[in-house]
């Protein structure tokens, strides 16, 4: 009995060692599953997860180029911003350490985490921006706390500085953020979310040059995502730096004259097409683009009825009024139908099938011929040549000078302007063509549209012998330590057709608008310097027969635009400029004194093209309707 007993009880302790043994067996194989799994399937993943936890790629931005004026004059430039950003894996638990952060930037904690919500989808190693160029107070705040805000760093970056505020804002343009589409569009390889780019003028057209190559830096962290070391850096390359071909004290000069207006005025250089100064009014504050603009700022430029989002002087479409009566001049001389002894008698009006054509001047001009025609910007004279002309014949000449087409300046967006013909209307309207409508089209009025910068494009031709040169806005590119890697050059796009008899008999009418003693500008007549040009007035809206009142008693947009297109001097021409003022009434008393203001400051100053060469070779060492 006794020997059976032991028996048992070691049959029992053979059977429970067996099923520890099996139980540490089964825990050790799952063990050992484990680690071959985490070794071999999974070891790449967590190694991964590993240099992630320990080393961090950063990306260093590349400098902008700057730009410069003609006279190596710095117009836009880089300043520090202090940038707010959080990694989301170091900032746990994230919203205990955004409510403290959004206290030391006196914002609310609900703002910076709508921008983290925003931001779905970036690995949560990437550090997402919560606030740009912070003030000193709080980059003080977050620097003193810093140990109790992990995930929280502060990145030094520069941002775009346009030193001169509303200066040349529609020629320079902005920068602002990438947006989802540009970037999945293909157009901005390298370029990623939170990145500015050109969005307006020569910053966009010039992007390629400017924008530079982006470096990076791989650096190891601690446990709160805090750089220790910086194991490896590739520098940013810097962007090329841009020299603009606008002189900044001619363009700053512009921008003042046209304050409290609206309107546009171009200046060009007649003898290579280069712009001098191109300014809209109202104009606006880059720097809101670049620092960030609040949502009332953006409704305010939206809002405003004066359009200072529009470039005017490249997409502003007006009747160009008394301006165009150069464009009948010249093809009236070229097809013969009128010569130097032509006159036509102007008594005030002139009746056409059963309508009265009136002339600004009431009491008429008398006998006229071309010169005097266009110095006192006779209407009369005007709608008889038109009237033999046919509306066709001088859409044919209006289009050879360069009006209804763009002038392909670098700036993007720009108008196209209107010249009419009797089959543009039929296609347009389905109406035929009526007679009379060609005589309102000889004075610039009818459908005829033109941009300011067609203008002064067709006055540097007149003004240089008939050569259209397209209107550029960049002069040479540099690197960033001043080595010349561009220089642009003049490009001839077309010649006005006009014979040299046809052109000096223009020029001689043009001289007097402002030397003789009735032409319509004389009044901005100077000493020293000769001015040869043309007054415009152009109608916004058709008067009525019963229509009494004066154009000062009419609602203000309801009033005359005013032109005046010049060059100076009137030998040797330097200068060329278009002036438009949006319901000025008169060309010349409200656009005339802004040109010859630009003229004298641009003359007076000596800036010529050929003093604007040398530094270059410096940065290389180194009340009329008419």
Same mark, same amino acid.
């Given at each position: 009995?006794?020997?059976?007993?032991?028996?048992?009880?070691?049959?029992?302790?053979?059977?429970?060692?067996?099923?520890?043994?099996?139980?540490?067996?089964?825990?050790?194989?799952?063990?050992?599953?484990?680690?071959?799994?985490?070794?071999?399937?999974?070891?790449?993943?967590?190694?991964?997860?590993?240099?992630?936890?320990?080393?961090?790629?950063?990306?260093?931005?590349?400098?902008?180029?700057?730009?410069?004026?003609?006279?190596?004059?710095?117009?836009?430039?880089? /300043?520090?911003?202090?940038?707010?950003?959080?990694?989301?894996?170091?900032?746990?638990?994230?919203?205990?350490?955004?409510?403290?952060?959004?206290?030391?930037?006196?914002?609310?904690?609900?703002?910076?985490?709508?921008?983290?919500?925003?931001?779905?989808?970036?690995?949560?190693?990437?550090?997402?921006?919560?606030?740009?160029?912070?003030?000193?107070?709080?980059?003080?705040?977050?620097?003193?706390?810093?140990?109790?805000?992990?995930?929280?760093?502060?990145?030094?970056?520069?941002?775009?500085?346009?030193?001169?505020?509303?200066? !040349?804002?529609?020629?320079?343009?902005?920068?602002?953020?990438?947006?989802?589409?540009?970037?999945?569009?293909?157009?901005?390889?390298?370029?990623? *979310?939170?990145?500015?780019?050109?969005?307006?003028?020569?910053?966009?057209?010039?992007?390629?040059?400017?924008?530079?190559?982006?470096?990076?830096?791989?650096?190891?962290?601690?446990?709160?995502?805090?750089?220790?070391?910086?194991?490896?850096?590739?520098?940013?390359?810097?962007?090329?730096?841009?020299?603009?071909?606008?002189?900044?004290?001619?363009?700053?000069?512009?921008?003042?004259?046209?304050?409290?207006?609206? *309107?546009?005025?171009?200046?060009?250089?007649?003898?290579?097409?280069?712009?001098?100064?191109?300014?809209?009014?109202?104009?606006?504050?880059?720097?809101?683009?670049? $620092?960030?603009?609040?949502?009332?700022?953006?409704?305010?430029?939206?809002?405003?009825?004066?359009?200072?989002?529009?470039?005017?002087?490249?997409?502003?479409?007006?009747?160009?009024? $008394?301006?165009?009566?150069?464009?009948?001049?010249?093809?009236?001389?070229?097809? *013969?139908?009128?010569?130097?002894?032509?006159?036509?008698?102007?008594?005030?009006?002139?009746?056409?099938?059963?309508?009265?054509? /009136?002339?600004?001047?009431?009491?008429?001009?008398?006998?006229?011929?071309?010169?005097?025609?266009?110095?006192?910007?006779?209407?009369?004279?005007?709608?008889?040549?038109?009237?033999?002309?046919?509306?066709? /014949?001088?859409?044919?000449?209006?289009?050879?000078?360069?009006?209804?087409?763009?002038?392909?300046?670098?700036?993007?967006?720009?108008?196209?302007?209107?010249?009419?013909? !009797?089959?543009?209307?039929?296609?347009?309207?389905?109406?035929?063509?009526?007679?009379?409508?060609?005589?309102?089209? !000889?004075?610039?009025?009818?459908?005829?549209?033109?941009?300011?910068?067609?203008?002064?494009?067709?006055?540097?031709?007149?003004?240089?012998?008939?050569?259209?040169?397209?209107?550029?806005?960049?002069?040479?590119?540099?690197?960033?330590?001043? +080595?010349?890697?561009?220089?642009?050059?003049?490009?001839?796009?077309?010649?006005?057709?006009?014979? &040299?008899?046809?052109?000096?008999?223009? /020029?001689?009418?043009?001289?007097?608008?402002?030397?003789?003693?009735?032409?319509?500008? +004389?009044?901005?007549?100077?000493?020293?310097?000769?001015?040869?040009?043309?007054? *415009?007035?152009?109608?916004?809206?058709?008067?009525?027969?019963?229509?009494? +009142? $004066?154009?000062?008693?009419?609602?203000?947009?309801?009033?005359?635009? &005013?032109?005046?297109?010049?060059?100076?001097?009137?030998?040797?021409?330097?200068?060329?400029?278009?002036?438009?003022?949006?319901?000025?009434?008169?060309?010349?008393?409200?656009?005339?004194?802004?040109?010859?203001?630009?003229?004298?400051?641009?003359?007076?100053?000596?800036?010529?093209?050929?003093?604007?060469?040398?530094?270059?070779?410096?940065?290389?060492?180194?009340?009329?309707?008419?």
């Amino acid at each position: 009995m006794d020997k059976y007993l032991k028996t048992a009880d070691s049959d029992w302790y053979k059977q429970r060692i067996t099923g520890v043994m099996i139980c540490v067996m089964v825990a050790f194989t799952v063990l050992l599953l484990r680690l071959l799994y985490l070794q071999i399937v999974m070891g790449e993943d967590y190694l991964v997860l590993s240099l992630n936890n320990r080393i961090r790629l950063q990306s260093i931005d590349p400098p902008r180029g700057l730009i410069y004026d003609r006279n190596n004059q710095v117009l836009v430039e880089n /300043r520090p911003s202090f940038d707010v950003t959080i990694t989301i894996k170091d900032a746990r638990p994230v919203e205990q350490t955004i409510s403290k952060l959004a206290d030391y930037l006196d914002a609310p904690a609900e703002e910076l985490l709508q921008k983290l919500s925003s931001s779905k989808g970036i690995s949560a190693y990437k550090p997402i921006l919560l606030q740009q160029d912070i003030g000193r107070n709080a980059l003080a705040a977050i620097e003193a706390h810093k140990y109790d805000l992990p995930g929280i760093a502060i990145n030094v970056k520069l941002l775009r500085h346009y030193l001169n505020v509303k200066d !040349a804002a529609h020629l320079i343009g902005y920068l602002s953020e990438i947006s989802a589409a540009e970037l999945a569009g293909g157009k901005y390889p390298g370029r990623r *979310g939170g990145d500015f780019i050109g969005k307006f003028g020569a910053e966009k057209a010039f992007e390629k040059y400017l924008q530079g190559t982006r470096g990076g830096r791989q650096v190891e962290v601690n446990a709160n995502g805090r750089v220790v070391r910086i194991l490896k850096t590739v520098e940013a390359k810097p962007g090329q730096n841009i020299h603009l071909t606008i002189d900044h004290d001619l363009q700053k000069k512009t921008e003042s004259l046209l304050q409290g207006v609206a *309107g546009a005025a171009v200046a060009m250089d007649p003898g290579s097409g280069r712009i001098l100064a191109l300014a809209s009014s109202p104009s606006f504050d880059q720097n809101y683009f670049a $620092s960030g603009m609040s949502h009332e700022q953006w409704d305010a430029l939206k809002s405003n009825p004066f359009r200072p989002m529009e470039n005017k002087a490249i997409q502003g479409e007006y009747p160009p009024g $008394s301006t165009y009566k150069i464009i009948t001049a010249l093809a009236a001389l070229e097809e *013969g139908v009128i010569d130097a002894s032509t006159e036509f008698f102007c008594p005030g009006y002139h009746r056409f099938g059963n309508r009265i054509y /009136r002339c600004w001047k009431g009491g008429g001009h008398g006998n006229v011929d071309i010169i005097k025609a266009l110095a006192q910007s006779c209407d009369v004279y005007f709608y008889q040549v038109g009237q033999l002309l046919g509306v066709d /014949r001088l859409a044919w000449y209006a289009k050879a000078s360069g009006l209804g087409s763009r002038t392909g300046i670098n700036l993007g967006k720009e108008g196209r302007g209107l010249i009419p013909t !009797a089959d543009w209307k039929k296609k347009r309207t389905g109406i035929p063509w009526q007679r009379g409508e060609t005589l309102s089209v !000889a004075i610039g009025q009818g459908f005829n549209l033109a941009t300011p910068l067609q203008m002064v494009d067709l006055t540097s031709a007149i003004a240089n012998g008939g050569t259209r040169y397209k209107p550029i806005i960049l002069d040479f590119i540099t690197t960033a330590d001043g +080595r010349i890697v561009y220089q642009n050059e003049p490009q001839v796009i077309g010649k006005v057709p006009l014979s &040299a008899p046809s052109l000096e008999l223009v /020029r001689k009418g043009l001289w007097e608008v402002v030397n003789g003693d009735k032409g319509t500008a +004389r009044s901005i007549r100077l000493a020293d310097i000769e001015i040869s040009g043309k007054t *415009g007035t152009s109608q916004v809206i058709s008067r009525k027969k019963n229509d009494t +009142r $004066s154009e000062a008693e009419r609602p203000a947009h309801l009033r005359p635009h &005013a032109w005046f297109i010049a060059y100076a001097p009137s030998v040797a021409p330097e200068i060329a400029v278009a002036v438009l003022v949006e319901h000025g009434e008169h060309g010349s008393s409200a656009a005339a004194p802004i040109a010859a203001e630009l003229i004298k400051t641009f003359l007076r100053a000596g800036r010529s093209i050929d003093r604007a060469a040398k530094g270059q070779d410096r940065v290389a060492q180194s009340g009329e309707s008419g």
